[in-house]
């Protein structure tokens, strides 16, 4: 139960940070897209550094930005599920509806930051083959796992109701 209070303190901790973040990141992203005006400052945002904010440049970080409000809403989805664990609901549909939305949730959260990027890069010319941790990657395997685990809890509930059935 410690390992459970550890998590949760360290995913409330981020969430609040990140719903810190969120506001100023909106301003900063809805000023650059609206503004006309040569931005000096490089922009690096998944590992694709941005520095002419040109209308490829501007869809690029709008769906970065919005990428991250996904993963934000799947944080939030997660802080619900580590609840749902301290109160000892395990084997539940809500268990299994949050799992499966959080998987959902990370797996279009990296269609939405990789494939502006990467096409991003193709029309500023940068194509190369690099094998190199990549976050779209990660993310797409972290939904992965989640949809698996909602899967995995599935058959538990089942398994778990025929047993009480049979006894």
């Known amino acids: 139960m410690r390992k459970l209070n550890l998590l949760k303190a360290i995913i409330d901790f981020v969430w ?14 809805g000023y650059l897209t609206s503004s006309n005006e040569p931005f000096d400052i490089p922009i690096k945002m998944n590992g694709v550094e941005i520095t002419v904010l040109d209308l490829n440049a501007k869809i690029v970080l ?3 930005t ?4 996904v993963v934000m809403y799947g944080l939030y989805l997660f802080k619900k599920l580590l609840q ?8 539940d549909d809500q268990i299994i509806f949050h799992f499966k939305r959080i ?4 797996i279009i959260s990296g269609f939405l930051s990789g494939l502006p990027a990467f096409f ?9 083959i690099e094998i190199r941790a990549n976050p779209f ?3 797409i395997s972290l939904g992965l796992f989640f949809m698996v ?12 109701e025929e047993n009480e059935l049979t006894i």
């Open 16 to 29: 609040i940070l990140a719903l810190i973040t969120i506001p100023f990141l909106l301003l900063f992203i």
């Open 62 to 64: 709008f769906f970065t």
């Open 66 to 69: 919005l990428s991250y409000i």
């Open 84 to 91: 749902l664990f301290k109160l000892k609901i395990i084997f």
């Open 103 to 106: 998987g959902n949730l990370l």
């Open 120 to 128: 991003y890069k193709v029309a500023q010319g940068e194509i190369k």
């Open 137 to 139: 990657l990660y993310l």
């Open 149 to 160: 685990l909602s899967e995995v809890f599935k058959i538990a509930k089942t398994m778990k």
